[in-house]
């Protein structure tokens, strides 16, 4: 296995992200709960130091939130599933539509714009193969703005919530 090994820069207002703040995002990623002490014992630097860093990356946007991993299964929601969505026309509007539409499904986990045969590739969890069912026959389908859906069910999570590259160069 190789490591890729870059420089991280920050487009909005040139900021460049240096080694200290790539180890604070790091230490975040694994613990997003992470005190300033905590984070300055991984980091090494002060708990002020790190409290300024960590605001400041907040701020830039680098840092967009913090949330908290749930397991799917322990919440009933055994079946995740990869849909792949064609629209029945191009047009603003009818991405508009249908963005509307993903934005009001909890289900949608991740939803990209993509290139190819495909228009859209949406992840989504669901408690049952009817849910499932529900979800592309009731929803989707009927939606003006789709033309075709193909799902794909996965069948085991090898990797999940895997973290941004944060190497250090």
Same mark, same amino acid.
């Given at each position: 296995?190789?490591?890729?090994?870059?420089?991280?820069?920050?487009?909005?207002?040139?900021?460049?992200?240096?080694?200290?703040?790539?180890?604070?995002? @790091?230490?975040?990623? @694994?613990?997003?709960?992470? #005190?300033?002490?905590?984070?300055?014992?991984?980091?090494?630097?002060?708990?002020?130091?790190?409290?300024?860093?960590?605001?400041?990356?907040?701020?830039?946007?680098?840092?967009?939130?913090?949330? @908290?991993?749930?397991?799917?299964?322990?919440?009933?929601?055994?079946?995740?599933?990869?849909?792949?969505? #064609?629209?029945?026309?191009?047009?603003?509007?009818?991405?508009?539509?249908?963005?509307?539409?993903?934005?009001?499904?909890?289900?949608?986990?991740?939803?990209?714009?993509? #290139?190819?045969?495909?228009?859209?590739?949406?992840?989504?969890?669901?408690?049952?193969?009817?849910?499932?069912?529900?979800?592309?026959?009731?929803?989707?389908?009927?939606?003006?703005?789709?033309?075709?859906?193909?799902?794909?069910?996965?069948?085991? #999570?090898?990797?999940?919530?895997?973290?941004?590259?944060?190497?250090? @160069?």
């Amino acid at each position: 296995m190789h490591e890729i090994r870059t420089k991280l820069h920050f487009n909005a207002r040139n900021m460049q992200i240096d080694q200290f703040d790539q180890k604070i995002l @790091a230490a975040l990623q @694994a613990n997003g709960s992470a #005190t300033n002490q905590e984070l300055a014992d991984q980091v090494g630097l002060s708990p002020s130091q790190c409290s300024r860093r960590r605001m400041q990356l907040e701020q830039d946007g680098v840092i967009q939130g913090y949330a @908290a991993k749930l397991d799917p299964k322990a919440l009933g929601l055994d079946v995740t599933v990869f849909i792949t969505v #064609t629209l029945a026309r191009h047009s603003r509007y009818n991405s508009e539509r249908f963005h509307a539409l993903l934005n009001q499904l909890d289900e949608v986990q991740e939803a990209h714009s993509m #290139t190819g045969d495909m228009d859209y590739l949406i992840k989504v969890v669901v408690p049952s193969l009817d849910a499932l069912s529900a979800l592309i026959n009731d929803v989707l389908l009927p939606n003006d703005a789709v033309q075709q859906v193909h799902s794909t069910i996965v069948l085991n #999570t090898l990797k999940r919530n895997g973290g941004l590259p944060l190497k250090a @160069a």
